[in-house]
């Protein structure tokens, strides 16, 4: 009995030691209550808040469990917890999707819903895919919001325009495009520029889900963008862009692709066609990524279906049927940088059939504008590297075009810096002598491209 008798105060002060160690972690990110013990099974249980490091006074109170928020007007413990109750689709895995991002969302604004279809007016075709369809409506609900007056309060603006976009085919399929937009949406990605000269950007933003009365299609509802898509953007506004407007569009595409690939997928099929853009009342430009309906994860690499999508954007090496990789959407990236030097399509002048997809693979890549700057040049160049392993990180990629951005924006403060920002000054002057008529084609859209039946080289030189 001693023995036992001692083995047990050895393991009360081991716990307690254990327990005094934990509370004292500096980077404890857990609010540590104390201890309870289970009457039935003798086991301790630490309590403890896992929102603890989030809750602050600025955020005001919870008003189901007294505690400050953890965000504004947003308790992480309780408000995911009733977003959940007293609604349904009649659709158990649309509700289950829902409902497990409901539960996922660390802040009010971000909260996806079930739209009823009654709630959306005013229906409007705006444009149609390779892969759906998109409509815009009225929300007569209106979009989560914060008020900020006399406290942060959750509310809602009035009637709000909204994006509806369809996705033929098997109902796997649509719940696949909208999980990938939530996953990367869901995903936090700092800032490492001054807020001073940062381009404002957000993911494109979804609202929810809903499903059309008459047809009984499930649609998916997003933010309205009032610009378009990246190529009609360009085609209408070339002239008038600064290096520093194109820079932040850069950004924005590059951000919104380092999010999907830090989320384990891979877009599949990034072209100027699903880039959209969107222009604030103060005359701010935002860029997004769209149509992730092909996207996978990186554990799905398998190109059985064939290659979907548009033949001047898609990596050489994926037109022999090897895996998409992220590095095959960074070679899109670089083929979209030579679009915003030039304002022209990729190979406008050209039929997009076998014959081009052989000279890409063989080493044809775009030109760039008289003047475009050397090292923008060199980045797209490398993007567009017929090696993917020599191509950079959607991360790298951000990281220089931020450096870039934040030097023509501040004052010079070295030679290095004086010269970049007189590189960009100089393509400036020559944008207004560029142009950017366009020969008849059609609009961009991803369809099925046939894959190449060749051997691979042992290199494939840039023309």
């Avoid at 001693?2 to 050895?10: D, E, L, M, S």
């Avoid at 877009?267 to 853009?277: K, P, Q, R, V, Y």
């Avoid at 017929?386 to 951005?405: G, H």
Wanted: charged share 25%; aromatic share 12%; glycine share 6%.
């Amino acid at each position: 009995m001693t023995c036992i008798k001692y083995i047990k105060i050895f393991l009360i002060i081991y716990i307690f030691y254990k327990f005094k160690n934990y509370i004292n972690l500096k980077d404890n990110k857990f609010k540590v209550y104390g201890l309870t013990q289970n009457t039935t099974t003798k086991e301790y249980i630490l309590v403890f808040d896992e929102f603890g490091s989030k809750r602050d006074f600025k955020h005001g109170k919870c008003s189901y469990c007294n505690r400050y928020n953890t965000s504004p007007a947003w308790c992480q413990t309780c408000d995911p917890q009733r977003m959940i109750q007293g609604w349904t689709s009649g659709n158990k895995d649309i509700d289950n999707y829902i409902k497990g991002f409901q539960l996922a969302a660390t802040e009010y604004e971000n909260v996806i819903e079930w739209i009823p279809f009654d709630k959306l007016d005013n229906f409007q075709k705006i444009g149609e895919g390779g892969f759906g369809s998109v409509y815009s409506a009225i929300w007569s609900s209106g979009k989560r919001i914060i008020g900020k007056i006399p406290k942060y309060t959750q509310q809602r603006t009035q009637s709000y325009v909204v994006a509806l976009k369809t996705l033929p085919g098997p109902q796997k399929n649509f719940l696949d495009e909208f999980k990938n937009y939530m996953k990367s949406r869901l995903l936090e990605q700092p800032d490492i520029i001054e807020p001073k000269y940062r381009p404002i950007n957000n993911q494109l933003e979804v609202y929810g889900l809903t499903k059309d009365a008459v047809t009984n299609e499930f649609l998916m509802v997003f933010q309205y963008v009032n610009r378009g898509s990246l190529n009609n953007f360009l085609a209408s506004n070339f002239q008038n862009l600064s290096w520093k407007k194109k820079l932040e569009l850069l950004l924005g595409i590059s951000k919104d692709l380092a999010k999907i690939h830090d989320a384990g997928y891979i877009h599949c099929d990034i072209h100027s066609g699903n880039i959209l853009i969107n222009e604030c009342i103060n005359g701010n430009i935002i860029s997004y990524i769209s149509d992730l309906g092909l996207s996978r994860t990186t554990d799905e690499l398998s190109l059985e279906d064939g290659i979907y999508g548009v033949l001047p954007y898609i990596a050489p090496e994926v037109l022999i049927k090897q895996p998409y990789t992220t590095a095959a959407d960074i070679y899109s990236f670089g083929i979209i940088m030579s679009e915003i030097s030039t304002g022209k399509l990729p190979y406008c002048d050209v039929k997009h059939n076998e014959d081009l997809a052989i000279k890409i693979y063989a080493g044809l890549r775009p030109e760039f504008a008289k003047g475009t700057p050397e090292c923008y040049i060199q980045l797209a160049n490398q993007c567009m590297d017929a090696n993917p392993s020599n191509r950079p990180s959607a991360s790298e990629i951000c990281k220089k075009l931020e450096d870039w951005y934040l030097k023509i924006r501040a004052e010079a403060i070295n030679e290095d810096a004086k010269n970049l920002k007189k590189a960009f000054a100089s393509a400036d002057v020559m944008i207004k002598t560029l142009s950017t008529k366009l020969q008849d084609y059609p609009q961009v859209r991803s369809k099925l491209v046939e894959f190449l039946n060749v051997s691979e080289p042992e290199s494939m030189p840039v023309i």
